[in-house]
């Protein structure tokens, strides 16, 4: 640790000051930090410094989980339903793409998802591991690109997330020969493709290329075959008497909302409204 980088600064240097501005704060950006250090220590403003700075932070999050608990990741927030899943599993995607095309089907069976947008940070782990444990995931079907990186994020995926079990159901090497999806050159800026090339060949492949609607059907039957029936069962009842209770009270709302506005418009208070429209609508309590 004691080797200086090329920009002159030693990781023991930069590893007093992440903690200096840590200090500062009860939860910061990765982001945030680099700023600060820029500001407060002449760190060097350039993207090579920050990729640097996140290899060495991470290291150090890792060692100390105090230090890990003060970083947040607001670009990677789950989306967890209201009221949680019955099911005891997640749905996670390499791109925001994939998840605009699933978006109802996933809905449908109240999953969480995680969208990772490429390699997933430390914090997004971190908050996915206390999920995991809190909620009882027993395991997350994955949807990704099959291309150097997309691979990679599936292996750290499952390194991170271990015991739960990661199931990948797109893009797959089936699915690329069935549908016959049109290829593309793998990216050979990419560290990773040498390693790709000599195990895959020169050629990637996208989820996206996929027709939408297969796509969505690998979607609901990988999720059909990974819920247990009887959660499957309850999860069809809460469907059919969520849409039961909002005809029903479709019209009383709009009943309400007019009488809101009528009251309004005569200058009635938020109490003298509550009261008025309980009493016409028979509530006891008229609240």
């Not at 940070?121 to 997309?150: F, H, N």
């Not at 090339?197 to 059909?224: N, S």
């Not at 009270?249 to 418009?265: A, D, G, S, T």
Request: aromatic share 8%.
């Amino acid at each position: 640790m004691g080797r200086r980088n090329q920009w002159g600064i030693k990781p023991v240097e930069v590893k007093r000051w992440v903690y200096e501005v840590a200090a500062e704060y009860a939860q910061l950006t990765l982001r945030t930090l680099h700023y600060r250090l820029v500001s407060l220590y002449d760190f060097p403003n350039v993207h090579g410094a920050y990729k640097w700075l996140s290899r060495w932070a991470k290291r150090w999050r890792l060692e100390d989980p105090e230090l890990n608990q003060k970083f947040v990741d607001y670009t990677r927030r789950p989306i967890v339903p209201k009221p949680p899943s019955l099911s005891k599993i997640e749905v996670w995607v390499e791109k925001i793409t994939i998840y605009a095309i699933l978006k109802d089907i996933i809905e449908k069976f109240k999953t969480p998802v995680q969208i990772q947008r490429g390699y997933g940070s430390l914090s997004m782990y971190t908050k996915a591991i206390q999920r995991a444990q809190k909620r009882g995931v027993e395991a997350i079907v994955y949807l990704g690109d099959l291309d150097p990186s997309g691979l990679d994020i599936a292996r750290i995926t499952r390194k991170m997330m271990s015991p739960t079990k990661v199931r990948r159901i797109a893009l797959t090497w089936g699915q690329v020969r069935r549908y016959r999806l049109p290829p593309r050159p793998a990216n050979p800026r990419d560290r990773r493709t040498p390693r790709y090339v000599k195990r895959h060949g020169d050629q990637a492949y996208e989820v996206e290329a996929l027709d939408p609607r297969v796509l969505r059907k690998i979607a609901e039957q990988g999720l059909r075959k990974m819920i247990p029936p009887e959660d499957l069962q309850r999860l069809e009842v809460e469907e059919k008497a969520e849409k039961i209770t909002v005809r029903i009270l479709k019209p009383v709302r709009e009943r309400i909302e007019k009488m809101v506005r009528e009251l309004l418009k005569r200058g009635l208070s938020p109490e003298e409204i509550a009261k008025r429209v309980g009493q016409r609508m028979g509530w006891k309590s008229g609240k």
